[in-house]
């Protein structure tokens, strides 16, 4: 059995079959759409650059997030700075990093940063797939590659059923 690719087969198949069909059309409306009080979002500053919510220890409960946060966190946090720290020169971190302030902008850095990790991913062996991925994942530096990429696939699979949802409900006229 080949791992890599089995690894890379889940994820090419949820992709190519679950999500990125489901984003189509995806409109700045339904991207900022705030379904409950205090969502999470993607915010303009001052500046005209835009940030996401974010805070640590997350609250409990967790706030309510909008497609926009989702959609970032998945495209920046999941993909663009593990694909970054792994694959390419580390320079995206969580305070590099561009958010971005509209749907298609999002749609294009998500896509960009997918297949930047699955390249990456791409270029692995057994060997690689058995070692521990370093500091650049914390406390989990000592997990190996494989584990880390069966939490992405995991992540893109949550994040993105929720985002389905999310147009789901904005679709049906769903209103706090």
């Keep these: 059995m080949r791992w890599r690719d089995e690894l890379l087969g889940q994820l090419d198949f949820y992709w190519e079959h679950s999500l990125?069909?489901?984003?189509?059309?995806?409109?700045d409306a339904e991207y900022f759409w705030e379904p409950a009080k205090d969502c999470w979002s993607v915010r303009e500053q001052g500046d005209g650059s835009f940030l996401i919510d974010w805070q640590w220890p997350t609250p409990e409960p967790p706030p309510v997030t909008?497609?926009?946060?989702?959609?970032s966190h998945v495209a920046v946090q999941v993909f663009g700075i593990r694909a970054s720290s792994h694959f390419g020169d580390g320079s995206?971190?969580?305070?590099?990093?561009?958010w971005p302030g509209s749907?298609?902008?999002?749609?294009?850095m998500l896509e960009t940063n997918y297949r930047a990790w699955r390249e990456g991913v791409l270029g692995l062996d057994d060997a690689a797939l058995d070692r521990p991925v370093g500091e650049a994942e914390g406390p989990w530096a000592e997990h190996s590659f494989a584990t880390l990429i069966l939490h992405i696939n995991r992540e893109l699979?949550?994040?993105?059923?929720?985002?389905?949802?999310?147009?789901?409900?904005?679709r049906a006229g769903f209103s706090s």
Aim: overall charge neutral; aromatic content about 8%; cysteine-free.
């Design 20 to 27: 990125w069909p489901r984003l189509g059309g995806l409109t």
């Design 66 to 71: 909008t497609i926009a946060w989702r959609l």
């Design 92 to 98: 995206l971190t969580i305070t590099s990093a561009t």
């Design 103 to 108: 749907a298609d902008s999002a749609l294009t």
């Design 157 to 170: 699979m949550h994040h993105g059923a929720e985002i389905a949802l999310l147009r789901d409900l904005y």
